[in-house]
C-alpha cells in the first residue's frame, strides 16, 4: 500500500482495503481458537471518537444526507487505516521498510513530474499522477523526512549522497508544483524542525530559503509573489470568498453546522459571493469543520491536534534510539505543516491520499513510541 500511496489513489485504496481484510481475518482466527483478542492502547482515542461523534451528531438537521455519510466515510477510512496498521506492525524494521516502500514511490512520482510532464511534456506546474494540492502535499512531507534523516542521522557518505540527492529532486518538484500552501508548509514544517532540534539551523535554513528565491525563475517568484495579492489574485480572492461564506454558515448553523461533506450544497443555498464558484469544501480545514460541524465538530477537531501533537512530543522528548526519534520529529513537522498550516488555505484533513498518506505516519510513530516504552520492560 505505501509503495503506491504517492503513485497511485486507486493502488492505495487496494493496498489498505487488502490490509484491513486481513486484519479481519487475523481477529476471527484469533477469536475461533478462543484467545483473548487485544488491542493496541492508544492514549488519544477518546480525541479521534470525540471527533468522530461531533461528525455524526452534524447528521441532525444536515443539507444532504448522502452526502454526509460520505463525509463520515472518507474520516472512517483513514481512522481504520490508523487502526490497522497500529495493531498488525510490531518492529522497527518493519516500520522502516513501510517508510521505505512510500519514500521510494514519491521519487519515482517526482521524476515522472519532472522528467515526462515538465521536461518532455512542457507542462508548466507538474502534478504527477494527482491534484496539484495533493501531490504538493505528499512532497512537503517527504521532504522534511528526507532533511531530517540527511542533516541529523549520522550515515555513511554513501547514504548521505542519496539523500542528498533524493532531497534535490523532491524540493525542486516541490517548487515546479507551485503549490503555495505546501511552500508555506514545507517551510513551516521545517522551522518547527530546527527549533525542536538544532535551532542554529535555521539563519542557514532563511538565508538559503532567501537564496532560492532569488534564483528561482521569474514565473515562480511571481507566484511566490502572489501569496500576498488579496486582490487581484482570482486563487486568492476565491478562497477568501469561501471563508467569508464558511463563516457565514456557522454564524447561521453554530452548534452542529450543516452537515459533514455539505459545504457545497450550503454555499448554493444563500452564501454565494460574486465571482466565486462553488466548491465541495471551504478551501481552510479549520472553517470547513466550523461550517459543516459547527462548534462541536470545530473544538474536538483542535482537541485532536492537540492530543496527537502532545503525544508525539512526548515521546519525541523521551526516546533516545536516534531513528525513533528522528521519525517522531519528521511527523510532527509533517502533520504542523500538512494538516494546520497548508491545511489554511486547502481542506486536506480526510482527504483521500494527504490524510492516508499523514494518518500512516502518525501510526508508524505510535507503533515507535510503544515500542521504546517497551524497552525497559524487556531489559528487567
Known amino acids: 500500500m505505501m509503495f503506491s500511496s504517492a503513485i497511485s ?60 455519510l460520505e463525509g463520515l466515510e472518507d474520516y472512517l477510512i483513514v481512522i481504520l487505516l490508523f487502526y490497522t496498521v497500529v495493531n498488525n506492525v510490531k518492529d522497527i ?36 499522477t494527482f491534484m496539484a494540492l495533493d501531490f504538493g502535499a505528499l512532497l512537503l512531507m517527504y521532504s522534511i523526512f528526507v532533511m531530517i534523516y540527511l542533516f541529523f542521522a549520522e550515515n555513511s557518505l554513501k547514504y548521505n549522497y542519496l539523500s542528498a540527492s533524493a532531497l534535490i529532486l523532491l524540493l525542486v518538484t516541490l517548487i515546479l508544483n507551485q503549490t503555495r500552501g505546501a511552500w508555506l508548509g514545507f ?8 527549533w525542536l532540534h538544532k535551532k542554529r539551523f535555521i539563519p542557514i535554513f532563511l538565508i538559503v530559503l532567501i537564496v532560492v528565491v532569488l534564483l528561482v525563475p521569474a514565473a515562480i517568484q511571481d507566484r ?9 489574485n482570482k486563487s486568492n480572492s476565491t478562497r477568501l470568498g469561501l471563508w467569508k461564506s464558511a463563516l457565514m454558515i456557522f ?6 453546522g450543516v ?4 459545504f457545497r450544497r450550503a454555499y448554493k443555498s444563500g452564501y454565494e459571493q460574486p465571482n466565486v464558484d462553488p466548491f465541495s469544501h471551504a478551501h481552510n480545514t479549520y472553517l470547513n469543520f466550523l461550517s459543516e460541524t459547527g462548534i462541536l465538530g470545530f473544538s474536538a477537531l ?62 508508524l510513530a505510535v507503533i515507535i513510541v510503544k515500542i521504546n516504552e517497551r524497552k525497559p520492560e524487556l531489559s528487567n
Do not use: H
Not at 481477529?27 to 461528525?55: E, G, R, T
Not at 516502500?101 to 502534478?127: H, K, T, W
Not at 454564524?251 to 452542529?256: L, Y
Open 9 to 68: 489513489i486507486a493502488g492505495s485504496s487496494i493496498g489498505m482495503g487488502f490490509a484491513f481484510l486481513a486484519w479481519i481475518i487475523k481477529l476471527i482466527i484469533i477469536k475461533l481458537k478462543s484467545k483473548k483478542i487485544i488491542f493496541v492502547s492508544i492514549p488519544f482515542n477518546n480525541s479521534i471518537w470525540l471527533l468522530f461523534l461531533a461528525i455524526v451528531i452534524s447528521f441532525i438537521g444536515t443539507k444532504d444526507l448522502y452526502n454526509s
Open 93 to 128: 524494521k518493519t516500520v522502516k521498510k513501510m517508510f521505505g516502500f512510500g519514500l521510494i514511490s514519491i521519487i519515482l512520482s517526482s521524476l515522472y513530474g519532472l522528467f515526462y510532464q515538465y521536461l518532455y511534456q512542457g507542462v508548466s506546474r507538474i502534478d504527477s
Open 187 to 194: 517551510v513551516g514544517g521545517s522551522l518547527i524542525t530546527f
Open 224 to 232: 511566490i509573489m502572489s501569496i500576498t495579492d488579496l486582490e487581484n
Open 251 to 256: 454564524r447561521d448553523n453554530p452548534i452542529n
Open 259 to 262: 452537515g459533514i461533506n455539505n
Open 302 to 363: 483542535l482537541y485532536l491536534f492537540f492530543s496527537i501533537l502532545k503525544y508525539l512530543y512526548i515521546g519525541y522528548e523521551k526516546i533516545e534510539d536516534k531513528f525513533s526519534r528522528l521519525f517522531i520529529l519528521g511527523t510532527m513537522s509533517s502533520f504542523i505543516g500538512a494538516f494546520m498550516i497548508q491545511g489554511m488555505t486547502e481542506s486536506n484533513f480526510s482527504k483521500s491520499v494527504v490524510g492516508r498518506t499523514l494518518w500512516f505516519f502518525i501510526a
